[in-house]
C-alpha cells in the first residue's frame, strides 16, 4: 500500500517511531558536511523531512522511486533534492560514488535477500553510511487480545515473505539479513526498535492500517475470510470505544562503514 494518501496518512506516525538516536550518530559519522545523500524508495519524500534537520548542511538529496507521481510530490518546493527515477534495486558501487549517505524507510523487507545483499555491498564498497529505518519485525501485539490476533498476524507475516513477480520477498527477516550482511564485511552495525503505537489518538491510521493487515492475511491464508469480518467489526467496536491500543514492531538500522582507500 504505497498510495500517496497512504504514504500521508502514515508520516507523521513514521516521524514519531524512527530512531533520532541513529540518526545523530549517522550525523556524527559524516562530520560537518556538505553532505550528498541518496533516500531509496522515497516515496512522497518523507524521510528527507524528517532526517534532514538532523544532519550537518549544506546537503544534496537524490530521491530515487519507480513512481514519477510519488517522485514529483517528493520533489516539489525542495530545492535540495534532485528525482532519480527507476528501479532501485539494481544499484551499484559506481551509482554510489560520492555519496555520503544512503537511507531508505520502510523498504528493506520489500526486497529479496539477493537484492539486500547486493544493496550491502554496493554501500560497503562505496564507503557510504547507510540508515534503513522502519523494517517490519514481524510482531504486533494488540490489547485488549482477540483469539484471531495470532492467526493474523502469523498469515501477515507469511505475506510479507510470499513470492511476486518471481522475487521471494524477505519481510520481517530483511533487518537481520541486512545487519547481518554489513557485519560479514566487517561493517559496525547499530540496530534500534523503532514501533508505530497506534490506537484512539491515531484512529484514522489505525483503521487503515488494520484493514490492510487483514486483507494481507486473508490474501495468504483465505480459510481466514469467513472470519475476518466479524474479527474487523470487533477490532473497529473497540478502537470507537477508546480501548484499542497497537504496537506494531519495526527495526532502524544503522551502518557506518570506513571510506575506501583513495
Not at 244 to 261: F, K, Q, Y
Request: charged residues 25%.
Amino acid at each position: 500500500m504505497c498510495t500517496p494518501d497512504w504514504l500521508t496518512l502514515r508520516e507523521p506516525a513514521d516521524a514519531v517511531a524512527r530512531s533520532v538516536e541513529l540518526a545523530r550518530r549517522a550525523a556524527e559519522h559524516l562530520g560537518d558536511g556538505p553532505v550528498s545523500v541518496r533516500d531509496l524508495g522515497c516515496g512522497t519524500g518523507a524521510m528527507r523531512r524528517w532526517l534532514a534537520p538532523l544532519l550537518p548542511g549544506p546537503q544534496r538529496w537524490y530521491l530515487h522511486d519507480r513512481d514519477p507521481e510519488l517522485l514529483a510530490r517528493a520533489t516539489e518546493g525542495a530545492p535540495d533534492a534532485e528525482p532519480v527515477p527507476g528501479d532501485l534495486t539494481a544499484l551499484t558501487v559506481d551509482d554510489l560514488a560520492g555519496t555520503d549517505l544512503v537511507t531508505a524507510s520502510a523498504l528493506l523487507d520489500l526486497l529479496t535477500a539477493d537484492e539486500v545483499t547486493a544493496l550491502v555491498a554496493a554501500c560497503a564498497e562505496a564507503g557510504c553510511v547507510a540508515l534503513f529505518a522502519l523494517s517490519v519485525a514481524g510482531r504486533v501485539e494488540l490489547e485488549p487480545a482477540d483469539p484471531l490476533d495470532a492467526h493474523v498476524a502469523a498469515a501477515f507475516n507469511d505475506h510479507q515473505r510470499r513470492t511476486a513477480d518471481g522475487r521471494r520477498l524477505l519481510g520481517p527477516d530483511a533487518h537481520a539479513v541486512a545487519a547481518a550482511e554489513f557485519r560479514a564485511r566487517g561493517v559496525p552495525v547499530t540496530t534500534r526498535p523503532s514501533p508505530w503505537l497506534l490506537g484512539p489518538a491515531k484512529a484514522e491510521l489505525t483503521e487503515e492500517w488494520l484493514r490492510g493487515w487483514i486483507s494481507a492475511a486473508c490474501d495468504q491464508r483465505p480459510d481466514l475470510r469467513p472470519s475476518a469480518g466479524a474479527y474487523l467489526q470487533r477490532r473497529l467496536a473497540d478502537l470507537a470505544a477508546g480501548r484499542l491500543h497497537v504496537r506494531v514492531d519495526h527495526v532502524d538500522l544503522l551502518a557506518t562503514p570506513g571510506r575506501p582507500p583513495c
